[in-house]
């Protein structure tokens, strides 16, 4: 028979279990974290979705976006767009982003109804492939005139006078149709077909057909922009559009690749809540409200200084709505006449005019108020409801300031020696016919027709000099 194990050989048993046992946890979580990696660097497609008009926020969106994506899991980026354009400097940003885009970019007008005008049209062809859901259109690329020339929707600007007689058939065939009348106009158009054509030639598409966009406002539906070589495809959704892509060459960062899209597991990337602050405050309405309550809660301030909250609030709103505008498109003049407009309604109450100076300031404030964002850009108009309703509360404001400005002209004066007769106090200290009497909060001499007890009530019925006549209340 053997003997049991000694105490000291038991401990070597046990200390052997215990390694053995840490080396096979430590095994299994190595191959845990090897799973977990396999899975995470699945091959997918990213979606980001732009849905609206196209300003600083669905840049900083896109651009944030195509920043952190990792060349290792994302094999390509979708911009799923229904817009009717934006602004140029936003438009331009996207376009910088997606040419220096290490992942291939594929522009998606979907889904079916939606639509890439004007600053859609060319991000659709910056982008290394260029799709359209069926029942979608894209055109309409010339750029907004924000200057002195009237545009018809779609079409021409107003003809000079001396041109509104020619006939259609004495125009010059030779020249661009719908060709600008002033020089500021042609050299944004020329700007806007160069462009449009270096982002055509890039990626292989018709560049003709992009300037007739540009200088004609044409539009395409999905069939006919595919027989036209506009889009390299039609697809009904994103795996569909994965599907017809694979095996496609395309550049990316002006190199060729060809693309492995079929399969790959689909993720949107949702807007986050800095995008959805930065598209609220940059809203056209929102900043001119913003800068409203800004600059009112600072005169407020001014005008009773120890409030706090009006100031404080004045100045978060202000310096907010400031950001704003300086990523919008604003007519600073504008901008001018609207504070001009503030300026002199502020002035009226102190000033007295009886309504000039506040009539001319409500005028300032309504010009400036529409001068202020220029018309044209879609999704970056002030509505003139927001103009009206603005308009509305400061006139209000203006009335009731002007208001008891002449209730206050009526009311009788309540200074000097008329301010003081009537006016009840008590006696502080008396003796014989004289004394020392409080009266609105002061001390003064006093004397009256008999003796007074101190403490007693008075009544104030005269002044001579800086001595009042009183008596008992």
């Known amino acids: 028979m053997g003997s049991a194990p000694t105490g000291a050989s038991a401990r070597r048993v046990d200390a052997c279990r215990g390694r053995c046992v840490a080396r096979a946890l430590f095994a299994a979580i190595i191959a845990l974290f090897l799973a977990a990696s396999d899975v995470a660097a699945a091959p997918r497609a990213v979606v980001l979705d732009i849905d609206g008009a196209i300003g600083p926020a669905v840049a900083d969106y896109v651009v944030r976006e195509l920043r952190g994506i990792g060349q ?7 911009l799923r767009m229904n817009t009717p354009g934006g602004l140029d400097t936003s438009m331009r940003t996207i376009i910088r982003a997606i040419l220096s885009s290490p992942v291939p970019v594929a522009a998606y007008v979907a889904p079916s109804g939606a639509r890439a005008a ?3 049209t060319y991000i659709t062809y910056a982008s290394a492939i260029a799709a359209m859901a069926p029942g979608t259109n894209l055109g309409a690329a010339t750029p907004i005139q924000m200057g002195r020339v009237p545009r018809l929707p779609g079409g021409a600007p107003d003809q ?3 041109q509104k ?3 259609k058939g004495s125009e010059d065939k030779t020249s661009p149709a719908a060709e600008p009348a002033d020089t500021e106009t042609r050299k944004a158009v020329n700007d806007a077909v160069a462009y449009i054509r270096g982002l055509a030639e890039l ?6 057909w992009a300037a007739e966009a540009v200088r004609t406002a044409v539009s395409l539906p999905a069939s006919e922009a595919l027989k036209l070589h506009v889009i390299d495809v039609i697809a009904d959704d994103v795996p569909d559009l994965l599907r017809k892509i694979d095996g496609r060459t395309v550049k990316v960062a002006g190199k060729p690749e060809r693309l492995a899209t079929a399969g790959l597991d689909v993720v949107t990337a949702a807007a986050d809540w800095r995008t959805e602050l930065l598209a609220v405050i940059t809203d056209p309405n929102v900043a001119f409200i913003l800068m409203l309550i800004g600059v009112y809660g600072l005169i407020f301030e001014f005008l009773n200084p120890g409030a706090v909250a009006p100031g404080l609030i004045g100045s978060i709103c202000l310096l907010v709505a400031l950001y704003a505008l300086n990523l919008l498109p604003i007519n600073y003049a504008g901008a001018a006449l609207v504070l001009l407009g503030i300026g002199l309604m502020v002035a009226e109450a102190h000033i007295g005019s009886f309504g000039v100076i506040g009539v001319g300031g409500i005028v300032a404030f309504v010009i400036g ?4 964002f220029p018309s044209g850009a879609p999704g970056f108009t002030l509505s003139l409801s927001v103009v009206g309703a603005a308009t509305v509360a400061t006139a209000a404001l203006f009335l009731l300031v002007l208001t008891m400005l002449l209730r206050s002209r009526r ?3 309540v200074t000097g020696k008329e301010g003081l007769l009537g006016a009840e106090g008590e006696t502080v200290a008396w003796d014989g016919e004289e004394g020392r009497v409080r009266v609105n909060g002061e001390i003064w001499r006093a004397r009256a027709p008999r003796p007074l007890q101190p403490g007693a009530r008075i009544k104030v019925i ?3 000099g800086l001595v009042l006549v009183v008596e008992p209340a």
């Open 118 to 120: 004007s600053a859609g």
């Open 203 to 208: 990626n292989d598409r018709n560049a003709d």
């Open 462 to 464: 005269n002044r001579e």
């Open 369 to 372: 108020a529409i001068m202020m």
């Open 160 to 162: 000079p006078n001396g």
């Open 165 to 167: 007689g020619k006939e």
């Open 411 to 413: 009311r009788p004066v």
């Open 72 to 78: 290792s899991d994302t094999r390509l980026v979708v």
